[in-house]
């Protein structure tokens, strides 16, 4: 743990026993709703621990081994296939700006660090993982980090247990100096919200939500196929925001969703494709039956070459064009999953929730549920919707980024 937040929390070891970390009696009473199966410490003939608890030792491989920006970047490329057309290099101008720096991620690690040796005080076999953008290589130095207290192998109830944990967490958080305005948000993934005065970031805390680091591994290994998908993605996601269209809670498009969407289009609307659908290549390697604590974020995947040669400018005015004009939002689910367009009658049957597929409907490549379930209303779609027809239109006639980002649509 770095000094700074070792002399903000004064960690000794009365403070990591649950009573006194938490100075509240019914927080022991909490804990010990969740079975936690026998004592690791005790007798076990097999050597392995209980299936109900983690071993959160090591999760050095969900580290990331950064890739240099000009290793995930190469200036080579982009001369040999845009010349530097106009759009191309307005969306590079924003990636070499805004596209996480290493100090950023580094400050994060070190949060995260700060975080999980107090936690594990109370949860000793718990895991805590860093997950999201800030993780997959679409993160920006103004990107929250996502983490994810992992507790046992198996399913919890997400509206009970995990609200209660959170609670937990909340009041313990408290006690350090350096967690500001703290906030336990129910949702269908309930997470807690605070923010670090030490490294700047605001952070968002699930419980279990094992998905999570799942799909950032599977993002991560996208962004490491093709030079152009980070770009593309990030600028994808500002676009979106300048236009107020990329906020779940205002039931538009998240930036997960908008993220799948993207790689969608690399995979069907692009000829030829630029990602292959990972999943169908690589079933082992990205399967939901894989043990956590195995995945790597610098996962080593055979070379992948596309054989497209479209600029990022063409990408990004080609992806405005696939949902503006191609997409049949009625009656199609996006599914990088399969690499391909599923139908909606299908896809919504598959985990017992047909209610959550309604005006946008893109599958989670491993919990197959709706990502985009929050974008429900008819109206606020058809804004959304709007947006990308009247975007496309002006960057196609006018070729300028400036016409589609001087005021919202």
Partial sequence: MSNQYNHAVHISPQLRTPENFYNVGAGVEILHQIPKGPDPAQDNS???????????????????????QSEAVSP????????????????????????????????KMKLRDALYGIIQGVFPYC??????????????????MDLCLMLTHEQIDQKREATEILNLVHRGLKKCSFIKTSQVIKAKVPILKFWDDISRVECDLNINNSV?????????????????????????????????????RKQTISSYSLGLMAIHYLQCGTKPPVLPSLQKLYPDVFSISNDISSLRLDEELPPYKSENEESLGDLFLGFLKYYATNFDFKR?????????????????????????????????????????????????????YRVFQTSYKRLDKRKDVNDILTRPF
Avoid at 128 to 141: D, K, P, R, W
């Fill in 46 to 68: 097999s050597g392995k621990r209980p299936k109900r608890q983690l071993d959160g030792g090591n999760m050095s491989n969900f580290k990331r081994q950064r890739l240099n």
């Fill in 212 to 248: 999570g680091i799942r799909n950032t591994h599977l993002l991560k290994a996208y962004a490491r196929l093709d030079w152009r998908v980070m770009p593309l993605v990030l600028f994808i996601k500002y676009w979106s925001r300048f236009h107020d269209i990329n906020d779940a």
């Fill in 127 to 144: 895991g805590l993982y860093a997950v999201g953008s800030s993780m997959s290589g679409f993160g920006t130095n103004k990107s929250d």
């Fill in 76 to 107: 080579g490329p982009l001369l040999e296939i845009t010349g530097y057309d106009k759009i191309s290099t307005a969306m590079m101008n924003y990636f070499s700006k805004h596209h996480q720096a290493e100090e950023v991620y580094r400050k």
């Fill in 332 to 384: 199609s689910a996006i599914s990088i999953r399969t690499g391909t367009k599923l139908p909606i009658e299908i896809v919504k049957h598959k985990v017992g929730t047909p209610g959550q597929w309604k005006c946008l409907c893109i599958e989670e490549p491993f919990d197959l549920s709706n990502t985009a379930r929050a974008v429900f209303d008819e109206d606020t779609f058809t804004r959304v």
